[in-house]
């Protein structure tokens, strides 16, 4: 048995972070195009049905956009016997019931927050929907006790190992304790479906809808075999972002750096040619690394290229840059520089002294700076940082700062 599993599609939403040159297409490149190629390998790949976990439609009044998109879809897929079962998340929990009551033909799982099992020709999908746009019990505590036909899919928009969470908290050992073959979920955008023959995660957004949704977006496969099911991510998204690191240490002139970014470009598309996961449109946001005398100038390069928002064809991709961070060293004599009796020796003082073993003023100087990383972090609502930063990760972008700031020091006095 196949089913093809859909996570997070949002429809009606619009993707952001496109170029000038790429915004007349941002419809096409959107949810509404992923929906489409979801029905097309659904079909070809002859699936029992399509499931969709939650978060189907974006918004409440996108009530006659899903319906138009959502009908199209379904009437294509029945036409081929295929079924679609869906659970509400916190974005549909009103419209995808009403969505539900006005096509017969859509199946909607455990709605008002009661699970429900239905049976398919190998085990079953038990799922449930979200009763509430905000939920804070584990809808885990509720789940049925009586036999289900196995192997059973669970199928559920949820906020795993967030206790604090107001989006249905589940704990990861709640869903492994609980008595089902794969659980198949919603709500987190970036997949993790993992497991050989029990898959348990996040099935992700189906195509990009933010640049900090980088990686390969896509519907997933859901082969049963048996007692064994196997996950496979079908990477159909219309447009993806990838991070990559670019290495200019070999950068004979900062100027080369938009062919350098040319050709990282055309690498990423080749490797997402070798993966089947090309999008149509695909954002690049790039680091760049390794050594290099002339940082500021790289800077300049790297900001006028952000601003030109160039946009090039390749192997039929449009492929843009997003984002270009730097975090290039600069070739530093750290122990000629420590001697002197300037700012520029402090700074490399306190390099070396992060460079070296562990120590009370090396301590002392990194808890400094999470202290104040964090600071910054809470208050920079549009950049929040992620959980707590360890004095690792304080330490590295101390040192990673302190060699920029030290090579800017170095380069103006030139
Ligand atoms: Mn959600």
Same mark, same amino acid.
């Given at each position: 048995?196949r089913l093809l599993a859909v996570g997070?599609?949002?429809?009606?939403?619009?993707?952001?972070?496109?170029?000038?040159?790429?915004?007349?297409?941002?419809?096409?490149?959107?949810?509404?195009?992923?929906?489409?190629?979801c029905?097309?390998?659904a079909?070809?790949?002859?699936v029992?049905a399509v499931l969709l976990a939650?978060?189907?439609?974006?918004?409440?009044?996108?009530?006659?956009?899903?319906?138009?998109?959502?009908?199209?879809?379904?009437?294509?897929?029945?036409?081929?016997?295929?079924?679609?079962v869906?659970?509400?998340?916190?974005?549909?929990?009103?419209? #995808?019931?009403?969505?539900?009551?006005?096509?017969?033909?859509?199946?909607?799982?455990?709605?008002?927050?009661?699970?429900?099992? #239905?049976?398919?020709?190998?085990?079953?999908v038990?799922?449930?929907?979200?009763?509430?746009?905000?939920?804070?019990?584990?809808?885990?505590?509720?789940?049925?006790?009586?036999?289900?036909?196995?192997?059973?899919l669970?199928l559920?928009?949820?906020?795993?190992?967030?206790?604090?969470?107001? /989006?249905?908290?589940?704990?990861?050992?709640?869903?492994?304790?609980?008595?089902?073959?794969a659980w198949l979920l919603g709500?987190?955008?970036?997949p993790?479906l993992?497991?050989?023959?029990?898959p348990?995660? /996040?099935l992700g957004?189906v195509?990009?809808?933010?640049?900090?949704?980088?990686?390969?977006?896509g519907p997933w496969l859901i082969?049963?075999?048996?007692?064994?099911?196997?996950a496979r991510q079908i990477?159909?998204?219309?447009?993806?972002?990838?991070?990559?690191?670019?290495?200019?240490?070999?950068?004979?002139?900062?100027?080369?750096?938009?062919?350098?970014?040319?050709?990282?470009?055309?690498?990423?598309?080749?490797?997402?040619?070798?993966?089947?996961?090309?999008?149509?449109?695909?954002?690049?946001?790039?680091?760049?690394?390794?050594?290099?005398?002339?940082?500021?100038?790289?800077?300049?390069?790297?900001?006028?290229?952000?601003?030109?928002?160039?946009?090039?064809?390749?192997?039929?991709?449009?492929?843009?840059?997003?984002?270009?961070?730097?975090?290039?060293?600069?070739?530093?004599?750290?122990?000629?520089?420590?001697?002197?009796?300037?700012?520029?020796?402090?700074?490399?003082?306190?390099?070396?002294?992060?460079?070296?073993?562990?120590?009370?003023?090396?301590?002392?100087?990194?808890?400094?700076?999470?202290?104040?990383?964090?600071?910054?972090?809470?208050?920079?609502?549009?950049?929040?940082?992620?959980?707590?930063?360890?004095?690792?990760?304080?330490?590295?972008?101390?040192?990673?700062?302190?060699?920029?700031?030290?090579?800017?020091?170095?380069?103006?006095?030139?």
């Open positions: 048995m997070d599609m949002h429809l009606g939403r619009v993707p952001v972070a496109l170029p000038e040159g790429l915004a007349g297409a941002a419809r096409e490149l959107g949810p509404e195009t992923a929906w489409q190629r029905i097309d390998q079909i070809s790949l002859e029992e939650g978060d189907v439609v974006d918004r409440e009044r996108d009530f006659f956009a899903g319906y138009t998109t959502l009908k199209a879809g379904i009437e294509n897929l029945l036409e081929h016997g295929i079924r679609v869906a659970v509400a998340g916190n974005h549909d929990v009103e419209v #995808l019931p009403r969505l539900a009551d006005a096509l017969p033909e859509l199946k909607l799982l455990g709605r008002g927050g009661d699970w429900e099992c #239905l049976a398919l020709s190998a085990g079953s038990i799922g449930w929907s979200f009763p509430d746009r905000r939920v804070t019990r584990s809808p885990l505590e509720s789940f049925p006790e009586r036999e289900l036909p196995r192997p059973c669970g559920l928009h949820c906020d795993r190992d967030q206790a604090e969470s107001a /989006y249905a908290p589940v704990h990861s050992a709640g869903l492994e304790a609980a008595p089902v073959d709500h987190v955008h970036r993790d993992a497991g050989d023959a029990r348990i995660g /996040y957004s195509s990009a809808l933010r640049a900090s949704e980088i990686g390969a977006r082969e049963v075999d048996g007692p064994s099911i196997r990477a159909l998204a219309p447009l993806a972002f990838d991070a990559l690191d670019l290495d200019v240490s070999a950068l004979a002139a900062p100027a080369d750096l938009d062919g350098a970014v040319l050709a990282a470009g055309k690498r990423r598309v080749a490797a997402r040619i070798e993966a089947s996961a090309l999008p149509d449109a695909l954002g690049l946001r790039i680091r760049l690394t390794g050594e290099h005398p002339a940082i500021t100038t790289l800077n300049d390069a790297a900001r006028e290229i952000l601003a030109r928002q160039p946009v090039f064809e390749e192997s039929g991709c449009r492929v843009f840059v997003d984002k270009i961070e730097t975090a290039v060293a600069a070739p530093l004599d750290l122990e000629a520089l420590a001697r002197q009796p300037d700012p520029a020796g402090v700074l490399a003082r306190d390099l070396l002294l992060l460079a070296g073993p562990d120590c009370d003023a090396r301590r002392r100087l990194v808890a400094e700076a999470r202290e104040r990383i964090q600071a910054a972090g809470a208050i920079a609502e549009l950049q929040p940082v992620a959980g707590e930063l360890s004095s690792d990760d304080a330490a590295e972008r101390l040192i990673r700062t302190g060699h920029a700031a030290l090579a800017m020091l170095l380069e103006q006095r030139r």
